[in-house]
DNA sequence: TGCCAGGCCGGGT
DNA sequence: ACCCGGCATGGC
């Protein structure tokens, strides 16, 4: 077995399965992935809260609602103004494009992930977010826990970029969205336990060696 | 109190 | 091409 799936295991058996992506639907994941850029979830709970209270929470309510409006009931996710317009952005380029938001399910990966980048204020970690956990699509997420795990244990070096750290998950697993949603979930909960600053092997973080050690401490 | 959170953009050098 | 500040709330 690869390094990669020993470490899915491991983390598998250690976490649990984790049900992600956090949301009803594929529009209200798209919407959260979006609300928590550089944000703790437990902030967007409370504006995606806000927006299903106001049935805002769909692609027609949302595309028409005010910026004051939405900007208000998404208060709680920080960054409310610039993530007001990012919606916003999101909202009107698909209307735009496709017209409606279901439309999106008959694009490519590709095409789909090249759609999403072009919009401002998507980049590519939000957009493989959608990509993936919306539309279930074939990409691995990327994120700092990401990098910051990888760094930690000397996989990857720390100039590397979002798309080389990406190619090295997909290049070492099957092609499977299921593995992929389940893989950035589970070091999702293994980052939070990585203290930002520490050098690698930090006392405090666990994951202390990969190659030929223990893989949780 | 300060630091951090599931980024991304835009302006300056 | 890099570097860096701005964006903002809530939890520990």
């Given at each position: 077995?690869?390094?990669?799936k020993?470490?899915?295991?491991?983390?598998?058996?250690?976490?649990?399965k984790?049900n992600?992506w956090?949301?009803?639907?594929p529009?209200?994941v798209?919407?959260?992935?979006i609300?928590?850029?550089?944000?703790?979830w437990s902030n967007?709970e409370?504006?995606?809260?806000?927006l299903?209270?106001?049935?805002l929470?769909?692609?027609?309510?949302?595309?028409?609602a005010s910026?004051?409006?939405?900007?208000?009931?998404i208060?709680?996710a920080?960054?409310?103004?610039?993530?007001?317009?990012?919606l916003k952005?999101?909202?009107?380029?698909?209307?735009k494009?496709?017209?409606?938001f279901?439309?999106l399910f008959?694009?490519?990966?590709?095409?789909?992930?090249?759609?999403?980048l072009?919009l401002?204020?998507i980049g590519?970690?939000t957009?493989?977010?959608?990509?993936?956990y919306a539309?279930?699509?074939?990409?691995?997420?990327v994120?700092a826990?990401?990098?910051?795990?990888?760094?930690?244990h000397?996989?990857?070096?720390?100039?590397?970029d979002y798309?080389?750290?990406?190619e090295f998950?997909?290049?070492?697993?099957e092609?499977?969205?299921k593995?992929?949603?389940?893989?950035?979930?589970?070091?999702?909960?293994t980052?939070k336990?990585?203290?930002?600053?520490s050098?690698p092997?930090?006392?405090?973080?666990?994951?202390?060696?990969?190659?030929g050690?223990?893989?949780?401490g």
């Amino acid at each position: 077995m690869s390094l990669f799936k020993e470490i899915f295991q491991k983390l598998f058996d250690h976490f649990g399965k984790q049900n992600w992506w956090p949301g009803e639907t594929p529009f209200e994941v798209c919407v959260g992935a979006i609300l928590t850029q550089n944000t703790a979830w437990s902030n967007v709970e409370h504006a995606i809260e806000n927006l299903k209270k106001q049935n805002l929470l769909n692609f027609e309510s949302l595309l028409k609602a005010s910026p004051e409006i939405v900007a208000q009931a998404i208060r709680p996710a920080g960054y409310f103004n610039i993530k007001t317009k990012r919606l916003k952005n999101f909202l009107e380029g698909i209307a735009k494009e496709f017209g409606t938001f279901d439309a999106l399910f008959h694009l490519s990966k590709d095409h789909l992930r090249e759609f999403l980048l072009s919009l401002k204020g998507i980049g590519p970690e939000t957009a493989d977010s959608m990509v993936l956990y919306a539309f279930e699509k074939p990409v691995f997420v990327v994120d700092a826990y990401t990098k910051r795990i990888l760094v930690r244990h000397r996989l990857i070096e720390e100039e590397a970029d979002y798309f080389q750290t990406q190619e090295f998950f997909e290049n070492a697993l099957e092609n499977d969205p299921k593995l992929f949603n389940e893989y950035h979930a589970l070091i999702v909960m293994t980052g939070k336990n990585y203290c930002k600053k520490s050098k690698p092997n930090c006392a405090h973080c666990p994951l202390k060696e990969v190659n030929g050690g223990p893989i949780l401490g």
